[in-house]
């Protein structure tokens, strides 16, 4: 037993742990959780905790379906919503097969083989998330959502909802050890950011998950709803996850050069490159939902065109120059992906198309100076701004060709995600909504 592990054990019982709740997420992001009393702790260390994967989202099938969940000790903390008295601890699990092999199928482990590979040329990868999301009033069956306030970005609101929420939720994060950078009002009624602290790739993913947990338990709390879908209202921005992106060779930023235009090194201009040749490619995973796509093609920031800009909010990545004498710092901003996406897939997928045009010396196109948005088709098309996917299927079709993602993603994680997101689709195609009654009901 290692150290790591000797700590656990002695923290549950100094702190009178009552339940270990062991996390993993299946192949779509939804967090699972199995609950073990402290007596099972040295047997999971050692073994592992089996369980049906053929029950979970593309985990397994059913004729190969007992798994093991074995918990991480580095991610050991203690669940502050609990209560001190006999409370609950939490730890994010590797899954892995009977004969003691990682689980090929799972994203924890996806994003850890796609870590190794960036570790074999030299790089650490580290991610720092702009979470968004909504803040509504209790859920009405039937009733459109209500958002909590009208303020909009950066708006200061004397005893405000918001306030008082992100006051209580970070000081909840900050106490699971995740630190929080920057938390404000966003444009859209109810919608509020926090942003977390740097952290390398699987820390920032496995925060992630914790976040959104910790700030659904704060809602509930306070009698409240949060939500991270993409697109809940119509009328009012979506949620994005834009986060910034850089490697480090051992404590060098590889991606700086003081020399160099915007401070860009050679690598950071062809891990640009590569995130704008496979963006279409990796937009089906980074954007998984069918409500992702009316997030990405309505406006309000939203990036729809593959095209990168120092520091132009209308592109798909953006070069950040808020400090521009600090080398550590110089990063890219990929801001596509949404709050909801899985974050194992999501930066596995950037990271990979990142390495590639590092591996294959893809050259950077020139920047977009104007606002992408305001240019006509003509314009974009001449300049060679491609679009991305408008739907989910259009993004399923683009992906399936895709040797990058199936590669990264590995066959398993690949097919199922493949299988769902048509499955998807097709449900949705079915659908006939409010606004086709209201607009042809009545006259045809």
Not at 102 to 114: E, G, H, I
Not at 390 to 395: G, N
Request: with cysteine; charged share 25%.
């Amino acid at each position: 037993m290692d150290k790591q592990q000797e700590y656990v054990l002695r923290s549950v019982e100094e702190r009178d742990i009552r339940f270990i709740r062991l996390w993993f997420t299946d192949v779509l992001g939804i967090l699972k959780s199995v609950a073990i009393a402290p007596a099972e702790l040295e047997n999971a260390f050692s073994e592992g905790i089996g369980f049906d994967g053929s029950a979970v989202e593309g985990l397994t099938r059913v004729y190969e379906s007992d798994m093991l969940a074995k918990p991480d000790p580095t991610t050991y903390q203690v669940l502050p919503w609990r209560g001190e008295r006999q409370g609950a601890a939490r730890m994010f699990c590797d899954i892995g097969l009977p004969d003691g092999e990682p689980a090929l199928s799972d994203p924890r482990q996806v994003l850890k083989r796609t870590l190794g590979k960036a570790s074999e040329q030299g790089f650490s990868f580290y991610i720092h998330p702009e979470i968004e999301f909504y803040l509504f009033k209790p859920l009405e069956e039937g009733q459109p959502p209500k958002p909590v306030d009208q303020a909009g970005y950066f708006d200061n609101v004397p005893r405000g909802t918001a306030h008082e929420f992100r006051r209580t939720a970070i000081t909840t994060l900050e106490e699971m050890g995740i630190s929080v950078e920057f938390s404000h009002h966003e444009a859209g009624p109810g919608q509020n950011e926090i942003d977390l602290r740097y952290a390398d790739a699987l820390t920032a993913a496995d925060n992630i998950m914790t976040f959104r947990t910790a700030i659904k338990e704060v809602a509930l709390e306070q009698g409240l709803y949060a939500s991270f879908m993409p697109k809940p209202l119509s009328y009012a921005p979506g949620s994005g996850m834009h986060s910034h992106l850089s490697l480090f060779e051992g404590d060098r930023n590889a991606f700086h050069d003081p020399a160099a235009e915007l401070g860009l090194s050679t690598v950071a201009r062809q891990f640009m490159a590569g995130l704008l040749k496979h963006a279409v490619e990796i937009t089906a995973v980074t954007n998984q939902y069918v409500n992702s796509y009316k997030r990405l093609w309505g406006g309000a920031e939203a990036p729809s065109y593959v095209c990168w800009g120092s520091n132009n909010r209308s592109a798909l990545v953006r070069v950040p120059i808020h400090k521009p004498s600090k080398g550590p710092s110089t990063r890219v901003e990929y801001r596509a992906v949404d709050s909801a996406a899985n974050p194992y897939l999501a930066f596995s997928v950037m990271l990979a198309a990142g390495l590639k045009g590092i591996e294959k010396g893809y050259d950077l196109p020139d920047g977009a100076e104007d606002d992408v948005w305001e240019l006509s088709n003509a314009e974009r098309k001449t300049m060679g701004y491609e679009p991305l996917p408008s739907s989910l299927a259009e993004a399923v079709a683009i992906m399936e060709k895709s040797e990058l993602v199936a590669e990264t993603l590995g066959e398993n994680v690949f097919d199922f995600f493949l299988r769902n997101k048509r499955e998807e689709w097709t449900g949705y195609r079915a659908q006939v909504t409010p606004f086709e009654l209201e607009r042809h009901l009545g006259v045809l």
